[in-house]
């Protein structure tokens, strides 16, 4: 587990579940084609471990193909694991991508001189691979001249690794899904910097039991006095935005907007993904303008893929979450967490 405390709040959280049939997001590896859609243009094959996996775009695909896969999500309950032949191997400073050649460099890296001399240290680091292989370097890179050459030597020796296994003749695992410690190096720590407590108590010391516990509650209680219920079903995950104690006009305005802020935290820390409705407290047209404006802030700064939907014609505001990591509330059994 690799937790991220900001001002005291936990903001993430990276858990290996306590017992997964799958392989978790990340993870590479070589599939056997069981059963082409032809209705939805997907298939059906067969991961390592046995269970059943679901590549949205199988064109070019037959039953009985053998191909390189990467899982991209966790399952939804008992539904296939779902993956994707785009395999893109993530490092803290820059990311290696299958069939996609050539080297781009993070947009939020505005100088061209600094664009080509970040392009000029990673292309040697290529040489000898297949030349479908390509780079995007990460903004993280900027002026980190020899931890990006490692980065990149590493993950090179990765992609050679997916080139050998792709001669395989049975399903295997290539590459594993990477660990929360190396998901928070290359997340938090390489990105933003952090002071990183990595010692035997550090959970406890933390108080990171309490703060998971406090994630787990159904209940979540505003900073304005009002509060919000979150319900996961199997189909949706309902959250009730409620004014409490709150009178006056401005009361639903108040908890719909300090809602629309914590929501992305929320969900983040509790691994929620999938269909999602919030149920804000009744408002006016300029209200729902201002609270769809604070969301899409919001999730914009969000690490975790969330598509916003809109307004249903019931007042409902659904959005669509990618399910990068396992749900917080099937995480821990209850020994694990007591033991924290």
């Keep these: 587990m690799a937790a991220l405390v900001v001002d005291g709040e936990l903001s993430d959280l990276y858990i290996a579940p306590h017992k997964a049939k799958f392989p978790a997001p990340g993870a590479v590896m070589l599939a056997r084609v ?12 067969r991961l390592p471990c ?21 899982a991209s999500a966790y399952p939804d309950r008992d539904k296939a694991l779902a993956l994707t032949r785009d395999i893109r191997l993530r490092g803290p400073y820059a990311i ?15 100088s061209e001189s600094e664009r080509c001399r970040l392009r000029g240290i990673a292309s040697p680091m290529l040489e000898g691979m297949d030349a479908s292989w390509g780079l995007i370097l990460r903004t993280a890179s900027r002026s980190q001249d020899k931890l990006l050459r490692d ?8 992609g050679r690794k997916v080139e050998e296994a792709s001669e395989w003749t049975t399903p295997r695992i290539a590459i594993p899904a990477p660990t929360p410690r190396q998901l928070a190096y290359s997340e938090w720590i390489a990105k933003d910097g952090c002071q990183v407590d990595d010692y035997p108590g550090a959970a406890r010391d933390n108080h990171l039991d309490d703060r998971i516990e406090e994630a787990l509650e159904r209940r979540f209680a505003l900073p304005c006095g009002g509060n919000l219920y979150v319900d996961e079903t199997r189909a949706v995950t309902a959250i009730d935005v409620n004014t ?18 914590i929501l992305p935290r929320l969900l ?13 407290p009744s408002l006016r047209r300029g209200a729902k303008h201002a609270v769809e404006h604070e969301l899409k802030s919001a ?3 969000d690490p975790v893929p969330t598509t916003l939907l809109g307004w249903t014609r019931m007042g ?14 099937t995480a821990f059994d209850v020994e694990a967490l007591s033991s924290l």
């Design 50 to 70: 046995g269970c059943p996996g679901y590549v949205r775009h199988a064109a070019g695909l037959r039953a009985g193909n053998f191909v390189m896969l990467q």
């Design 268 to 280: 983040r820390i509790r691994g929620i993904g999938g269909q999602i409705v919030v149920d804000f």
């Design 299 to 301: 999730f914009s700064a």
């Design 151 to 158: 980065d990149v030597a590493g993950l090179a020796t990765l």
């Design 316 to 329: 409902l505001y659904e959005m669509h979450r990618k399910r990068d990591r396992v749900p917080l509330s």
């Design 34 to 45: 069981e059963r082409i859609l032809p209705a939805t243009g997907g298939c059906f094959v």
């Design 244 to 261: 409490g104690r709150q009178s006056g006009g401005n009361a639903a305005a108040n908890a719909a907007s300090q809602a629309a802020r």
């Design 96 to 110: 290696l991508t299958a069939g996609k050649p050539g080297i781009s460099v993070s947009r939020k890296i505005s």
